[in-house]
């Protein structure tokens, strides 16, 4: 089969090869995939993949072999995917708690946006705690992440303040849920209770100062690529948080959840760009080149 593999001469890294096909574990189903798309932290980080092995997270595809121990899905179903590589793949064995059923009306290039950047959002918003009517700030808000966060911190009852690099960036954002779309930190004149963190840098050690007594900074991501130099005292104080966070596994559940509001309308995927996966370079190139509003998406095919 065909896969999306590290290839230091190539375009942006990755070039199609051909490896040996997956042999599921009798606890995971074969899924062909149809649909990937792109992670910051998974191309960041991809001179780190171990050699030889698959990199890519999210897929979208259908089964077509079920798990041998007899439970999961049976072959033909429409299944969102994600595991910490084999997604870049004509063919992914998937765990049966890294998996959900897609609905028959959701898109399923339009459903493969959700398990990294959806469900980091998620599960970002949930460890903030309860968000009516509290003041949430999402940084770096036009990324894959941001934007979902956006949307979900709205939905969940929160003011939501959104911040952008330039003011193109925050394009369509108030439609999504924003009550405020800034650029940098500029014009957030009151105090904020949470600050969803995927930029860093100097940004996060701004947005920590905006904090109301007991709020908390969720630091997630650093796209930023910066230090965050904190200075003297100004981490003294009444009981701010800066708390580290990480996806986790088991995503199964938490991308049905993402899944249904997807299917009620109530969850926008914003697909920023959409290709065969032979033209992976231009898809990594906008991605690093902060030209998405939103995910990109890649189309499998067999050769
Ligand atoms: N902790 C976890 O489990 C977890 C999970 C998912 C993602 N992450 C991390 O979260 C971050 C965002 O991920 P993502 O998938 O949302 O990425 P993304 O789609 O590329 O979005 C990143 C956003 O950051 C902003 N940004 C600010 N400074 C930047 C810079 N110098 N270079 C690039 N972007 C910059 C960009 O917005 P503007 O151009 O508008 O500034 C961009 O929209 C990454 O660091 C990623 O590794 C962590």
Known sequence: MRALMPAPDAPAGLALATVDAPEPRPDQVL???????????????????????IPGWDAAGVVVAAAANGTGPAVGTRVLSYGMGGAWAELRAVDLDELAVVPDSVDLARAVTLPVAGVTALRALR??????????????????????????????GAQVIASVGAEQRGRGL????????????????????????????????????????????????????????????STVGPGRSLVSFRIGNRLGADMAVLLHLLEQGRLSPEVAHHAPWEKAADAVDALFGRQLRGKAVLDVSAA
Request: hydrophobic share 45%; charged share 10%.
């Open 174 to 233: 108030a439609v999504l849920g924003a009550d405020q779309v800034t650029v940098g930190l500029d014009g957030i004149t009151e105090p904020v209770d949470v600050v969803l963190d995927t930029v860093g840098g100097p940004q996060l050690v701004a947005a920590y100062q905006l904090l109301a007594p007991e709020g908390t900074v969720l630091s997630i991501g650093c796209a930023s690529g910066e230090a965050a130099v904190f200075p003297p005292y």
């Open 127 to 156: 460890t903030a705690g309860p968000l009516l009517g509290r003041r949430v700030l999402i940084t770096g808000a036009s990324g894959g992440v941001g934007r979902f966060a956006v949307q979900l911190a709205a939905l969940s």
């Open 31 to 53: 899924v062909e995939v149809r649909h990937l798309s792109l992670n910051y932290g998974e191309l960041h980080f991809l001179s780190r993949f171990p050699a030889g092995a």
